[in-house]
């Protein structure tokens, strides 16, 4: 047989493959390839407070489903008889080469899914070459996860708190915990209104959840200190009941010592209040990016950038990349999609960085589209924590490795052999 004529079986679309041969042993995936029934099964798996903080979004979700209305919009346009036979899914970001476009973009509180979460993730992403971005409000430390991890790549997701203290020390933790690019999330200056949760009376946070990046920072803990030897705590109190008692319990259980060490030293509550204090700064300016621009030389990212204005100035300001997103639908109900913003901001940078699209990815189509219109690389959220909630560590490669065939797939069906053929021709 010619050479020409033999086809070339990539380790991805062994996934496929691996699929239909099980089912000859009667054998179906433990994880839903299906989006829809992955979030049904995942639903069926979580806590309804796990759910709701995981799945929901801003007022009616109307933000949510724009991202997803979006992408029906463009449609691709295949292209019959180029040589397909070899693809190369792979793109380069930051001088790294990565085997496929994707990375995990930051959740926090993953203890609600998984008790090990982070590091779970991590593990997985970390076989399968994709970047996890380490979230700010991590159920475990920056450098535990990054042990795990070992070579794999990642990144480091920055809320800017009141602290620029902080916020220096959480980015210096990130660059020796091995972190390449340092992402700020800018959309979140505020807690959107999340009909879910509140419905749940339920935020994570408060129940010490969520906050193990700053019980792990020096910084963090030396104004904790501060705080509880002024005392004077005048934050609102909770009517005492039996479920208050059960809150402090599971706040002196996140406290990184022992559970009686919380509960005795009133560390781990006043722990929960110095992060209420001190989380979010909705002052933040474009003036104030210098200070971390002069304290790292890692690429800075701005993630939740939208307007092709912010993307210009992004990049005026000495910035890397952006990431075009809505936060998944979380914070403004009624947003514009991230996907429809995603040529405006491209056309706004003129290639001077590399732009990211973030919120609605739930398929190979979604990535090809989001690259034919300019994106070097798209961020995944929910599935790949649904994944988790299914599977653990394993749920999270099948999640991973089923987007990846699914991308490889549709590329080569649209007759493109690599991510560098995609471009704006493709769609219609």
């Known amino acids: 047989m010619n050479d020409k004529n033999k086809e070339t079986v990539s380790p991805t679309l062994d996934r496929q493959r691996e699929i239909y041969l099980n089912g000859l042993s009667g054998d179906r995936p433990m994880v839903p390839v299906d989006y829809d029934e992955l979030e049904v099964r995942a639903e069926r798996a979580l806590a309804p407070e796990a759910f709701a903080y995981i799945a929901g979004g801003a007022g009616h979700e109307h933000t949510m489903d724009s991202n997803r209305e979006a992408f029906g919009q463009r449609r691709i346009l295949p292209r019959m008889l180029n040589d397909v036979s070899e693809r190369d899914t792979s793109v380069t970001l930051f001088g790294r080469r990565l085997p496929s476009p994707f990375l995990l973009s930051p959740i926090g509180v993953l203890e609600m899914v998984d008790p090990d979460g982070d590091a779970t993730v991590g593990r997985a992403a970390a076989s399968e070459g994709v970047p996890m971005i380490f979230s ?33 020390s959480l980015v210096t933790r990130a660059e020796e915990a091995g972190c390449e690019a340092i992402v700020v999330t800018l959309d979140t200056t505020m807690l959107g209104w999340r009909t879910r949760d509140l419905d749940l009376a339920y935020l994570p946070f408060l129940r010490g959840k969520g906050i193990a990046q700053y019980t792990s920072d020096p910084v963090f803990l030396k104004r904790l200190e501060q705080a509880i030897q002024e005392g004077g705590d005048d934050a609102p109190k909770p009517r005492v009941t039996m479920e208050t008692l059960k809150v402090l319990r599971e ?18 509550r006043a722990a929960v209040q110095e992060f209420i204090n001190t989380y979010s700064r909705p002052s933040l300016t474009w003036d104030d990016l210098a200070m971390l621009r002069e304290h790292t030389r890692l690429p800075i990212l701005l993630k939740g950038i939208l307007h092709p204005e912010d993307a210009r100035m992004a990049v005026d300001y000495g910035m890397d990349g952006v990431i075009v997103s809505n936060h998944g639908g979380r914070q403004v109900d009624g947003a514009v999609s991230s996907f429809e ?32 219109l300019g994106a070097t690389a798209v961020g ?49």
């Open 136 to 168: 700010n409000q991590a159920s475990q430390p920056m450098e535990h996860v990054a042990g795990a991890m070992g070579d794999g790549p990642r990144w480091f997701q920055l809320y800017w708190s009141k602290s620029d203290d902080l916020v220096k």
């Open 251 to 268: 706040v002196a259980q996140s406290w990184p010592g022992s559970t009686l060490e919380g509960l005795r030293s009133g560390k781990a």
């Open 341 to 372: 913003m995603l040529p405006r901001v491209v056309e706004a940078v003129q290639g001077r960085v590399p732009v990211i699209l973030d919120s609605g990815i739930r398929g190979g189509a979604d990535v090809f589209k989001a690259l034919a």
């Open 380 to 428: 995944l959220g929910r599935p790949w924590v649904y994944g988790l909630a299914l599977n653990g560590e394993d749920g999270v490669r099948e999640v991973l490795r089923n987007l990846k065939t699914d991308f490889e797939l549709t590329m080569g069906l649209a007759g493109c052999s690599s991510t560098g053929e995609i471009s704006p021709e493709r769609l219609v």
